[in-house]
């Protein structure tokens, strides 16, 4: 699943060196590269991608996270021939697991035949209906630069303040934005809430067959040869360029960060970044599928974030015969925190014997009794039993995204200090968009200046 540009024809000195091959990053180097200026791309990892990356493990499709790619996002149509990327759709909506058993939530417009839970008495009201045909109609026609002049909130707010009843927003909103914005209190930005809802109506959520490493894979392939330089971290900023860890000094007349959250404090001292929100998603293996169908699944009770079947959505995603589950939960506590970053293994027993030696008792423990918690639920809500169920992995993502209290201005300026630039998603939303965007701007600010 790596990619693996062309490194041979590299010389050192260029004009712009970009630190970080994630999609902002990546972004930024190809328009740069479409204005005429010289640009190398060095990462620390062994392939482009960053957050959007994916495993072959035993011969399933690991994302390292559960994510999906909206085929609305702007700057994803601008940059990439979708059809490329044979995307697999999820079915419009999501199903709504609560106490009084499963229903469906989707888009009546798309899908008039399954209008029926929509209606007053069971999933929603007529009040929230009648909210719901308003918020929709102005986020299909509100153009995106009229959010950021309007006040600032948070979404419970915005949501109470647009009419919706408390048990609609717990019964829907809740359950359904935690898995977009990770974090479950409703507390992210309006506008943020707003654009995530103008894209969910606009685009179709979907699945690359070779996993979401597809998107910056195919941003990569659109560079020169020997652009992207992997295994090439950098330690620091020098007066003239860059200081990598090998301890060799590369010049540019100018430096654009695009690490993420991780490297910008040893970068970047004076960057303000966010808090980041983290992730974990469990991958099942099961004999068959639990659903049936591509869609997401999210619970009111929010023992998990939401849950589908990938191999449903993208059959790709598991060899024949096997469907894989994933589902994602927010952060682990203590015990998560212990456990680690990644692995990947099989059944409980061998999480722990991988464990072993590495961590204390009480983290082993911690990341088996979570498993069997999310199985359990997951189960539950799919109405199946889980017995032939096995783990294929667990991710866990610590910095995955930035969280978006308001008042959030949507994007921000890439300088930082003459020749010296940031971008990412924490500079924009937390989001493909989001971080696309950002390194776009940054590209437009180094020409500006260069040019200036
Ligand atoms: C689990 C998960 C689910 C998500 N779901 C969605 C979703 O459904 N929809 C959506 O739109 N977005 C989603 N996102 C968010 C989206 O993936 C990110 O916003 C986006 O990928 C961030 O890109 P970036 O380029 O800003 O940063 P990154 O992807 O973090 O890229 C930074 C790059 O810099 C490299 N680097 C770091 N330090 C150094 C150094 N010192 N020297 C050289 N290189 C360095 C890293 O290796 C990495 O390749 C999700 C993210 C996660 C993790």
Partial sequence: MSSAPDTRNATDSTDVLVVGAGVAGLACARDLLAAGVGVRVLEAGDAVGGRMRADRVEGFVVDRGFQVVNTSYPQLRRRLTLGDLRLRPFTPGVLVQGPSGRLRFSDPTRRPRTLPDLLPGRLAGHRDLAALGVLSARAMLSPPGRLKRRADTTTRTALADAGFSEAFVEGFFRPFLSGIFLEDDLETSARMFHLVWRSMLRGTLCL??????????????????????????????????????????????????????????????????????????????????????????????????????????????????????????????????????????????????????????????????????????????????????????????????????????????????????????????????????SGARAAREVLSDLRG
């Fill in 208 to 437: 690359p067959t070779e996993g979401v490493g597809a998107v910056p894979r195919a941003l990569a392939a659109a560079l020169p040869p020997g652009t992207v330089r992997l295994e090439s971290p950098v330690a620091g900023l020098t007066d003239d360029g860059v200081l990598t860890a090998e301890g060799r000094e590369i010049p540019a007349r100018s430096v654009v960060v695009a690490t993420g959250p991780g490297s910008v404090p040893g970068l970047l001292p004076e960057v303000a970044l966010p808090d980041y929100r983290t992730v974990t998603t469990y991958y099942h293996v099961a004999p068959r599928s639990p659903l049936g169908e591509p869609t997401l699944l999210v619970d009111t009770r929010r023992r998990f974030l939401n849950t589908c079947v990938l191999s449903d959505v993208a059959p790709e995603y598991a060899p024949p015969g096997h469907a894989l589950v994933a589902t994602s939960v927010l952060d682990e506590g203590e015990a998560g925190r212990e456990s680690g970053e990644e692995r990947a293994g099989r059944g409980d027993q061998e999480i722990r014997e991988s464990l072993e030696g590495r961590e204390g008792r009480e983290g082993r423990e911690g990341l088996a009794g979570r498993e069997g918690q999310v199985r359990a639920a997951v189960g539950e809500a799919y109405g199946t039993g889980t017995d032939g169920w096995t783990l294929l992995a667990v991710r866990r993502v610590e910095d995955a995204l930035p969280a978006m209290p308001p008042p959030q201005p949507l994007t921000r300026t890439a300088r930082v200090a003459p020749g010296r630039y940031v971008c990412g998603d924490h500079r924009a939303t937390g989001s493909v968009q989001g971080a696309l965007a």
